[in-house]
């Protein structure tokens, strides 16, 4: 099956402070989804963008699917940021949305 | 519009004891995903549906989980007996087609095995 890969696997920042989280993908995807896992455990959909660059807010995405990773933006990082960044993608030959392991970003006041 | 709904929120119960699941995806949804997610992993795939029908079960293990979609709408998964390690968040999704779609998950359903 697909490889999904995130990293870092750990992130501190101070708030106010940038920060790019990355995903690295085995094979061909035609789903890439990034989503925010919030302290209470709920997956938040921030993106769905198998190709591109989409924006909203201070956050922004983009995947480059011919070289097989997508990239998370965080531009003045808030402390409600913190939480567990999860990629999910869904491999062209198959049906399963497979994630990563995450990035675990704490943003510190 | 309504998101996917799960329950309960929270379960504890003892190893060799049963459970079960329920989860409701949002309306028009055909495909239903399981997954259970081990604290300080990612979610992990259990079973996907596609109206009532298995996609991929490949994860489940058989021989303890057990889910059904009967009217392929709301759906149900079973653990008997649990063991420890069933210890986990365990999560639905749905969305629109199988394929080039976007999925939403429900708040989880948090399982404790003692």
């Known amino acids: 099956g697909i490889q999904v890969e995130q990293s870092p696997p750990d992130l501190i920042l101070q708030e106010g402070a940038n920060s790019t989280l990355r995903c690295n993908f085995s094979d061909s995807v035609n789903n890439l989804q990034w989503f925010h896992q919030n302290p209470w455990g709920q997956l938040i959909n921030l993106f769905y963008i198998p190709s591109g660059t989409k924006q909203n807010g201070r956050l922004s995405a983009t995947t480059v699917a011919t070289e097989r990773y997508s990239l998370l933006y965080i531009s003045s990082s808030q402390t409600t940021d913190s939480g567990v960044y999860f990629c999910?993608?869904?491999?062209?030959?198959?049906?399963?949305?497979?994630f990563g392991e995450g990035t675990q970003l704490t943003v510190n006041p | 519009e309504a998101g996917v709904a799960q329950s309960p929120r929270y379960k504890i119960i003892e190893k060799r004891q049963s459970v079960a699941f329920w989860c409701n995806p949002i309306s028009g949804h055909a495909t239903l995903y399981w997954y259970q997610q081990i604290l300080g992993q990612g979610p992990k795939l259990l079973i996907q549906f596609q109206n009532n029908g298995v996609v991929d079960d490949s994860q489940l293990p058989k021989d303890r989980f057990s889910a059904e979609r009967l009217k392929g709408v709301d759906s149900t998964l079973k653990i008997q007996p649990a063991k420890l390690e069933d210890s986990a968040v365990y999560l639905c999704?749905?969305?629109?087609?199988?394929?080039?779609?976007?999925?939403?998950f429900g708040q989880g359903t948090r399982l404790t095995v003692v």
């Open positions: 999910a993608v869904r491999e062209t030959s198959g049906s399963r949305l497979t």
């Open positions: 999704a749905s969305s629109f087609f199988r394929g080039n779609t976007e999925a939403f």
